[in-house]
């Protein structure tokens, strides 16, 4: 298949908080580690309450649905993940529009303009070992790939990218967020948000192959 | 862990519900879990509002009252509140001269608020922001997030509360806000963890012989884990970095404030505090006011933070107004 | 075991040292070890005089000042007070008025207020006890050492120290401590041991998912090791016994006191006080004033106790007089 | 010998301090089953103050020593123990009188005036399971045998009868004093106040019998 439409966005949303719950103590665990241990809770939090709106999206443009994920988790999740994952998904909805399908290239540009909301949100540079180095290569691999290939192909390439950057910035010193607090100790522990961007490149690159 | 609660998921609510019950002549609890001044909005007067996550109490919803705060937006426990409290309590005490919002610098407060001062300002109201970061255990640097929002938050809300009580305009709140800032710093320490209800686990290990100097309030670690020592010894260790880095000089007139992070007895206190004031003496420093006690805490975390505050006329006459919350009052 | 401490022998003194500096505008402390209001003696004025174990802070010493206690009497962690204390506490409040002591019901406390009050009568003070007795956790028989003075104390101490500062005489103020007295009730929890520091382990053990019912102030086992619960199963294992009791019913308007034992963080007393709000309401028993925080506490151990006072006119009355203590304040 | 003097009765202060120090942790940890885990702390505390006394009252008679020992622990134990062993000791002192040195029956005729002093400040009845259920057969057994008998053999019987006091008290449901709230869990622990109420005749024997 060449489009992704309002079905498979959320496909991806719902493997997503599928997958955020089933790692959640992971993802809280490895918060613990570098951070206050609540990742994994307060991304269950937001995705649990997304879920339960999906139902109601399933008519909805592709615009819509980002919105309503985006406003969802800005007003359920707290922290720094509710307004940077809220910014992703507000953003992305934003370049969709009104659309109930869109090309590989589309949807492209608006995965990077959800990259662009949350590095705007978030002030993080790359190296900074936050999600944005998770998230730059995913969308940098989604776009040189999406050209010669079928969405499917360049969501593989995207999530192979993702958890290729996230064990990038694993030996790093984090210099964003409360795992900066740490210093040196931070170096050689996975960045929480930098795993939980992978899985949501998973989660959508499964539901685009499974479609 | 052990803990009395019902479960994690209904323990802010529950909280709430029963903070309402009891300070009924204080404080109101508005949907999205704000609480709000019983009197709220008053004409006039500058709406001062803070919040954060869960698990500091009494900070920030035993500060709200009379001299004080006209709203405190409650998180999930140590998580930051989302932008829809801040937007509905800063709707709520608006009384036309426009809001402060006192906001920790925690990346997740910063943006929560950042988000909400933009909804409030599209919807007409004035919104001024003052970041408060006064550890000094973090580097303020390019390469972290800077130094966190601590135990000069109580002390800022006591201050710029008293000020707008009085009727000052909100750049001139803004403004006190931020000498405040300027002129305050902590850090703190931990003797043992705290545990997050939702993660039922603690947030860090520790050993037995063990404390970590320079803790944020949620358990973040510090600048450096250390060999158990003495109470004077743990002072020296997060007075002295305190005193160095502003610093505070021979002649200087300050607020100590000593504060518990929730499982540390108040008697424990007492012994620091008697070692602050030793030190004090000993660099010129004149303690003029004092704070001891458990304001900014961590759930049950076993630990102190030390706060100073230099002061001068104006912010020592604030802090001296009448205040009338839940956990603290005067006059 | 892990404290904010120099050494065992030493907390005590400087802990009071603490104070002393912290709060020179309330008390000041004398040999042997004792809190005195810094106005005492006031002429004419019955002298209000408690004291027992440290450890419990910050009861009594925090409770120095008007319209509460004119001195306090701290004895080594746990352990009552000596005689001379009391005897130099008697000495230095009186003035000319007699003085009362307020005891809680603890053998070792009894004993040593006995011998302080036969020494002060052998020196011309008139002096009165009435002896605290208000944990229904201990059946009250002749197969025990009583009922064990706790909560109900500190409600004691602050009304019957209003009765005092308006110039009530001593007969007047004794009769009010024993209606306080016979109408107040209490019962508390631990989730965890304290550790008195001087013998450097926790007093007692208690396993992960077990909380004692029924727990003294000193970490004596109470009436039963239950399961871990909810805090509302835990508040209801405390207020029934408490309702039942004396009996409360309805129509009977109560002062409700949660307190933190020490190392329970405020959100969950307010946790529990929303379920006391709502079994009052069952019981058509009306809350007409509340306390909640950590005022009597075990050092560090993690629990609470309920405590409701039946009140009268005149009770309330006192309850909203000015108190300016390191503790308690208001007006 | 058939007399008791001044420097026994030293001898047996010092002893018992000694003791009670060695078993300081052991006493405490009894307290700490059916107390309130002080009462090794606090015999320790008092008598480190009374020891530091007792060099000045080598030329005292018996009944300034025996005051200044009730007068020292009443101002420095607390608790009960402090007005207990301190009556104890006050009520000892007065019966001795100004004499340097005492017959046995003269010394038993004290050990049962502290005896009386310790029952009326404590209210305290037999199989209440306090230091009575020791000291009371201690002082029967002196009286039994201090007519045939020399002060050390007296003291022995005494020792012997305060160690079988106290175990048979073990068993029992405390009825005084912070053990007394335990109830039924008191039961089968031994009395705290009645071990170190055998200490202290253990040392009164053997500084008798080793003079």
Not at chain 1, 135 to 157: C, F, T
């Amino acid at each position: 298949m060449t489009e992704i439409g309002a079905a498979e966005l959320i496909r991806g949303v719902e493997l997503f908080a599928e997958r955020l719950r089933e790692r959640k103590a992971e993802l809280t665990d490895l918060d613990s580690k570098i951070g206050d241990a609540d990742h994994g809770i307060n991304m269950d939090r937001g995705f649990t309450a997304v879920a339960a709106k999906l139902p109601e999206l399933s008519e909805a443009d592709l615009g819509t649905i980002g919105k309503a994920v985006g406003m969802t988790l800005i007003s359920t999740v707290g922290g720094a993940s509710g307004p940077l994952y809220g910014t992703f998904f507000l953003r992305l909805g934003t370049a969709l529009g009104d659309r109930r399908t869109v090309s590989g290239q589309e949807f492209g540009a608006a995965l990077r303009a959800g990259l662009e909301g949350v590095k705007q949100r978030g002030r993080a540079e790359p190296d900074d070992k936050t999600m944005v180095d998770a998230m730059a290569p995913a969308v940098d691999a989604y776009d040189s790939r999406i050209g010669e290939a079928d969405p499917a192909d360049a969501l593989r390439a995207a999530a192979a990218a993702a958890a290729e950057g996230r064990d990038r910035v694993t030996p790093l010193v984090a210099r964003k967020g409360r795992a900066s607090y740490l210093g040196e100790r931070s170096a050689h522990h996975a960045d929480p948000g930098a795993t939980s961007t992978t899985i949501l490149f998973e989660s959508l690159r499964d539901a685009i192959a499974g479609a | 862990m052990k803990k009395l609660i019902n479960a994690p998921d209904s323990l802010v609510d529950e909280a709430l519900a029963g903070m309402a019950a009891a300070h009924l002549d204080l404080i109101r609890v508005i949907e999205p879990n704000v609480i709000v001044r019983a009197d709220a909005p008053r004409k006039g007067k500058v709406g001062v509002v803070s919040g954060g996550g869960s698990g500091h109490e009494p900070m920030h919803g035993g500060f709200v009252g009379l001299g004080m705060l006209d709203a405190a937006c409650p998180g999930a426990v140590f998580t930051s509140p989302v932008p829809d409290q801040m937007l509905a309590a800063t709707k709520a005490v608006d009384g036309g001269a426009g809001v402060l919002h006192i906001v920790k610098n925690y990346t997740g407060d910063i943006m929560n608020f950042e988000l909400a001062a933009e909804l409030a300002q599209g919807e007409g109201i004035e919104v001024a922001s003052v970041v408060i970061a006064d550890d000094v255990a973090v580097q303020d640097s390019l390469y972290t997030a800077g130094r966190r929002g601590v135990g000069g938050t109580v002390l800022a809300e006591k201050i710029v509360g008293a000020a707008a009580e009085e009727g000052q305009d909100l750049a001139t709140v803004k403004a006190l806000c931020e000498r405040v800032q300027a002129n305050v710093r902590s850090m703190g320490m931990a003797l043992t963890s705290c545990t997050v209800p939702a993660a039922g686990k603690p947030t860090f290990e520790i050993g037995d012989d063990e404390l970590e100097i320079g803790i944020g309030i949620h358990g973040e670690p510090g600048r450096e884990r250390r060999a158990m020592a003495t109470a004077d010894e743990v002072t020296e260790m997060l007075l002295t970095p305190i005193l160095d880095d502003l610093p505070f000089s021979s002649g200087d007139r300050v607020l100590a404030f000593v504060n518990g992070m929730g499982g540390t007895p108040l008697i424990e206190l007492y012994v620091v505090y008697r070692k602050v004031v030793q030190m004090c003496a000993d660099r010129g420093v004149r303690i003029e006011r004092n704070l001891i006690g458990s304001y900014i805490t961590s759930l049950e975390m076993a630990g102190c933070s030390i706060t100073l505050l230099k002061l001068d006329d104006e912010m020592t006459r604030l802090w001296d107004a009448p205040v009338h919350t839940a956990a603290l009052r005067w006059q």
